[in-house]
């Protein structure tokens, strides 16, 4: 080596730094060229804003083509699973969003079973993620898992309902809940506050485990702490969605519109709605961690212990497409799978004719 290309290195060196603090760089870049993937599930009544509040929360239509059922349909109607995905990109960084919606839940009479479908899906997503981990494509798993579950509180009511306490039991082990009180601007402020307040005491006699905000470090600024703060006070989070933009004193707003002025989605003094969306974003990695970490590995943990066959799927979406054929990738896999049967009994038929001929 020459000592121009010596001098040229040294002269990028300082005294004590080595240069691994550019490490979280490299892991950022590299995150943002693969993207990020998150499923989030949206459970409660029809006619709550769940939608509406979706698409306001992402600045996207989810659901273009969606036809609302009329009430003789909606007595017939059965709880079914409707996951709808769009791919949204923000400076760059592209987040792979699927929303699992639920319509159908809480409709009927008897609502005694409404939730099994909803803990059978979890289970689904839990079991595909375990195959696909123990197969032979286990760099392109698709990680469909259930990250967060938004769940939507009717504020006519004087607290929770006796299936809100149920559905939050069955499955707090399963998926991070998040508890919103929907359409926050039919209540006044104390009205909000006194509902509020019952849903959380309701939510701690019952012994409900609802997604826990992760505790800030000491050394973490003063500015984030205190908006973890205010996070943690807002739960349940009264919220109300709106896709309408409006002029207000010489300003665009989304809000809604009444006869006595708008009500502001994006305003604090409003809605937790912007406390909402900040909780999502600032801790979306943490819910992934979480699901990982304690939830899928409890599901994988009881699995492996029982050893059970994996759970039949419900919908048929999973693996077949509406036309009846086998989707893509199932198709690579299953003809993987076919051709590795098929060499191990090439391989045994060798092993004997060699033991024979010896």
């Known amino acids: 080596m020459s000592n121009e290309s010596v001098k040229s290195f040294s002269s990028l060196e300082t005294p004590g730094y080595v240069g691994f603090a550019n490490l979280p760089n490299q892991v950022h870049r590299k995150s943002v060229k693969k993207g990020f993937e998150f499923t989030l599930m949206v459970v409660g009544e029809s006619g709550l804003g769940k939608s509406t509040l979706v698409n306001s929360l992402f600045l996207t239509d989810l659901y273009p083509e969606r036809i609302v059922p009329d009430a003789i349909e909606k007595g017939k109607q059965t709880v079914k699973l409707d996951a709808s995905t769009v791919e949204i990109e923000e400076r760059g960084v592209k987040l792979r969003l699927t929303v699992v919606d639920t319509p159908g839940y809480g409709d009927a009479i008897d609502n005694t079973d409404c939730f099994k479908a909803i803990i059978r899906y979890i289970d689904e997503q839990f079991e595909r993620f375990l195959r696909d981990e123990s197969g032979l494509n286990r760099r392109n798993i698709v990680d469909n898992r259930i990250h967060c579950c938004f769940y939507f509180i009717s504020p006519f009511g004087h607290g929770l309902k006796p299936l809100d306490i149920e559905f939050m039991k069955q499955l707090h082990n399963k998926v991070n809940i998040i508890p919103v ?147 893509e990738k199932d198709r690579i896999l299953a003809e993987k799978e076919a051709e590795l049967k098929k060499m191990q ?13 010896q």
């Open 181 to 327: 009180i929907a359409k926050a601007d039919v209540l006044t402020k104390k009205e909000m506050q006194r509902l509020k307040n019952k849903v959380m005491d309701e939510i701690r006699d019952n012994g409900i485990k609802i997604y826990q905000l992760p505790e800030c470090d000491s050394d973490e600024d003063e500015e984030y702490k205190e908006q973890v703060r205010q996070l943690k006070q807002a739960v349940p989070f009264a919220v109300c969605g709106s896709n309408t933009m409006m002029e207000v004193k010489g300003r665009k707003v989304r809000g809604r519109l009444y006869p006595w002025g708008v009500v502001e989605v994006e305003n604090p003094e409003h809605c937790d709605f912007i406390k909402l969306r900040t909780m999502l974003i600032t801790h979306m990695q943490d819910m992934q961690e979480v699901t990982h970490e304690v939830h899928y590995e409890n599901y994988r943990s009881e699995r492996l212990a029982k050893g059970a066959p994996p759970p039949t799927p419900t919908s048929k979406r999973n693996t077949i497409s509406e036309n009846g054929s086998i989707s």
């Open 345 to 357: 009994e090439m391989l045994a038929a060798m092993q004997k004719k060699i033991q024979q001929q």
